[in-house]
T-cell receptor, first 111, second 116 residues
Framework: GNSVTQMEGPVTLSEEAFLTINCTYT??????LFWYVQYPGEGLQLLLK?????DKGSNKGFEATYRKETTSFHLEKGSVQVSDSAVYFC??????????FGKGTKLTVNP | SAVISQKPSRDICQRGTSLTIQCQVD?????MFWYRQQPGQSLTLIAT?????????ESGFVIDKFPISRPNLTFSTLTVSNMSPEDSSIYLC?????????????FGPGTRLTVL
């Protein structure tokens, strides 16, 4: 079945550091890929998505590229801020299948 | 996109009681879901809420413990019955707009439940 593996956390960075959170997947067919973010005390928000190979999703300075050859969808940001502290979930959905989440990566950004 | 609201946002309940969580979507969605997020964990799908019929439950979840209603396209409730401390979690409602092949799910802010 479909599955998502994301980098274990927690991740602690200083403000303005470069962020990468790794995500790889296993799926049949051509799934859509997502990053969701959960800020402290809140629900999940869709951060970005990509629906086909080589697509790049981007939002709020975050980017992720759908790499079919490496089955990856790594999340990157060039310069993180304290306000980016949150838990980040990688997820995938194949057509008519259920949304599958990774375990989540907690990011803490220190001033 | 869909905007999803939930009530209550949090509650503290006594063992053995029940709590009903409401979920309202601002636009029609084809599918609605209920998830549980235990402390420090990822999301686990409880069930798919079906309009006008019984919900479809995932393995490990049963209707007697988590009865779900969906009387129309934009509203659903989840009841956590006969609660125990192990039910302390965040419960999230989610909606999928479009047909069954659509891909993007949106989530509510969650209901934080503590059972004493």
């Amino acid at each position: 079945g479909n599955s998502v593996t994301q980098m274990e956390g927690p991740v602690t960075l200083s403000e303005e550091a470069f962020l990468t959170i790794n995500c790889t997947y296993t799926a049949t067919g051509y799934p859509s890929l997502f990053w969701y973010v959960q800020y402290p005390g809140e629900g999940l928000q869709l951060l970005l998505k990509a629906t086909k190979a080589d697509d790049k999703g981007s939002n709020k300075g975050f980017e992720a590229t759908y790499r079919k050859e490496t089955t990856s969808f790594h999340l990157e940001k060039g310069s993180v801020q304290v306000s980016d502290s949150a838990v980040y979930f990688c997820a995938l959905k194949s057509r008519s299948e259920k949304l599958v989440f990774g375990k989540g990566t907690k990011l803490t950004v220190n001033p | 996109s869909a905007v999803i609201s939930q009530k209550p946002s949090r509650d503290i309940c006594q063992r053995g009681t029940s709590l009903t969580i409401q979920c309202q979507v601002d636009s029609q969605v084809t599918m609605m879901f209920w998830y549980r997020q235990q402390p420090g964990q990822s999301l686990t799908l409880i069930a798919t809420a079906n309009q006008g019929s019984e919900a479809t439950y995932e393995s490990g979840f049963v209707i007697d413990k988590f009865p779900i209603s969906r009387p129309n396209l934009t509203f659903s409730t989840l009841t956590v019955s006969n609660m125990s401390p192990e039910d302390s979690s965040i419960y999230l409602c989610s909606g999928l707009a479009g047909d069954v092949l659509a891909d993007t799910q949106y989530f509510g802010p969650g209901t934080r439940l503590t059972v004493l």
